[in-house]
Antibody, heavy 126, light 110 residues
Framework: QVQLQESGPGLVKPSETLSLTCTVS????????WSWIRQPPGKGLEWIGY???????NYNPSLKSRVTISVDTSKNQFSLKLSSVTAADTAVYYC????????????????????WGQGTLVTVSS | QSVLTQPPSASGTPGQRVTISCSGS????????VNWYQQLPGTAPKLLIY???QRPSGVPDRFSGSKSGTSASLAISGLQSEDEADYYC???????????FGGGTKLTVL
């Protein structure tokens, strides 16, 4: 059974870069795609982006200029870097496996996130 | 402001049936499938429904999903106290070329 675990600093200063790693256990990272999703305190979910095991990426347009997601298949890990952070980036950050990723015969795209990591709170403050 | 629109709250008594709506547009729900996630207090979201109406292994058949046009619904029958949670709908958006979520619905079991 695949499990994901986020790790990284819980406190980041404004204007600095937030860096998180997600370690995948119980399965290989060399298939599927892998996502980052965040949730500000008391608010809803926001998709940040994903990376295929091959290295190709796709980012939320609202964050694209500040986000980099990378993968290290040798360590079964993928990582998130978010630059120039502000207080608005304070959130619980989740990593998740992307599943599905196909079009059916009617042309509808199927994709979903499962499983998710437990999440890690990152606070942006001086 | 979330791309998908959900009511902020819903409620029901034990044993009752409740539904949660999710409204989108032609670029997301209208052209892609819908997923639902359940987030129990203090925990990570968990996949509840995928591909509009499919239940992952282990999800009770009390939970069901449907989609019509640019809207989707989650129905919970035989409501139980442990169903008290936040529920989020999600879909792919072709215009944004990314995943989008609803703002979440807080379900209270009275």
């Amino acid at each position: 059974q695949v499990q994901l675990q986020e790790s990284g600093p819980g406190l980041v200063k404004p204007s600095e870069t937030l860096s998180l790693t997600c370690t995948v256990s119980g399965g290989s990272i060399s298939s599927y795609y892998w996502s980052w999703i965040r949730q500000p305190p008391g608010k809803g979910l926001e998709w940040i982006g994903y990376i295929y095991y091959s290295g190709s990426t796709n980012y939320n347009p609202s964050l694209k200029s500040r986000v980099t997601i990378s993968v290290d298949t040798s360590k079964n890990q993928f990582s998130l870097k978010l630059s120039s952070v502000t207080a608005a980036d304070t959130a619980v950050y989740y990593c998740a496996r992307g599943y599905g990723d196909y079009y059916d015969s009617s042309g509808y795209y199927h994709n979903w996130f499962d499983p998710w990591g437990q999440g890690t709170l990152v606070t942006v403050s001086s | 402001q979330s791309v998908l629109t959900q009511p902020p709250s819903a409620s029901g008594t034990p044993g009752q049936r409740v539904t949660i709506s999710c409204s989108g547009s032609s670029s997301n729900i209208g052209s892609n499938t819908v997923n639902w996630y359940q987030q129990l207090p203090g925990t990570a979201p968990k996949l509840l429904i995928y591909s509009n109406n499919q239940r992952p292994s282990g999800v009770p058949d009390r939970f069901s999903g449907s989609k019509s046009g640019t809207s989707a619904s989650l129905a919970i029958s035989g409501l139980q106290s442990e169903d008290e949670a936040d529920y989020y709908c999600a879909a792919w958006d072709d215009s944004l070329n990314g995943g989008v979520f609803g703002g979440g619905t807080k379900l209270t079991v009275l």
